[in-house]
């Protein structure tokens, strides 16, 4: 298979990714499942996988696993839609600003978890979902 339809296809599975944790991001807020795995975090109740599963806590964790899983497509993404494409302006630019948004809604994410920052803070955290989204849709 050629490299660029590989790397094509990276960028699908990064963008249908994002598009799943903002679908579960807002499941979460909808079912009030964010305290699902308490105050802990990545962990969810002092675990690394918990192993009392009610329907709050496979909310939650389930979208800290996705998030983690994605998180991971994009920054492979971007490194190496950096190597290859570079040379397309807005390429460095887009790549960047994936990654960066990227860790700031998971930043952002885990202090809402930990300290529970209230509703502005969730609606920033959403709204830095939607930049990294649309980072990495462009991208793609």
């Known amino acids: 298979m050629h490299i660029h ?4 296809w990276l960028a ?5 990714g994002m598009l799943l944790i903002l679908l579960g991001g807002a499941l979460v807020t909808k ?3 964010g ?4 105050r802990h975090w990545p962990g969810c109740n ?4 918990p192993d009392v599963i009610t329907a709050e806590v496979l909310i939650e964790f389930s979208h800290r696993l996705v998030t983690g899983a994605v998180g991971i497509l994009i920054v492979a993404l971007a490194v ?3 190597k290859a494409l570079g ?8 790549s960047a600003m994936a990654v960066f948004f990227l860790i700031a809604q998971a930043l952002i994410g885990a202090a809402q978890v930990k300290w529970g920052q209230g509703d502005f803070i969730l609606a920033l955290h959403f709204g830095i979902s939607l930049i990294s989204f649309a980072s990495v849709l462009l991208l793609t």
Not at 46 to 49: A, K
């Open 5 to 8: 339809k590989i790397l094509k």
């Open 12 to 16: 699908v599975a990064s963008t249908v």
């Open 31 to 33: 079912t009030d499942s």
């Open 35 to 38: 305290m699902g795995c308490g």
């Open 46 to 49: 002092g675990q690394l996988i």
């Open 80 to 82: 190496w839609a950096w």
């Open 87 to 94: 040379h397309v302006r807005e390429t460095k630019f887009l």
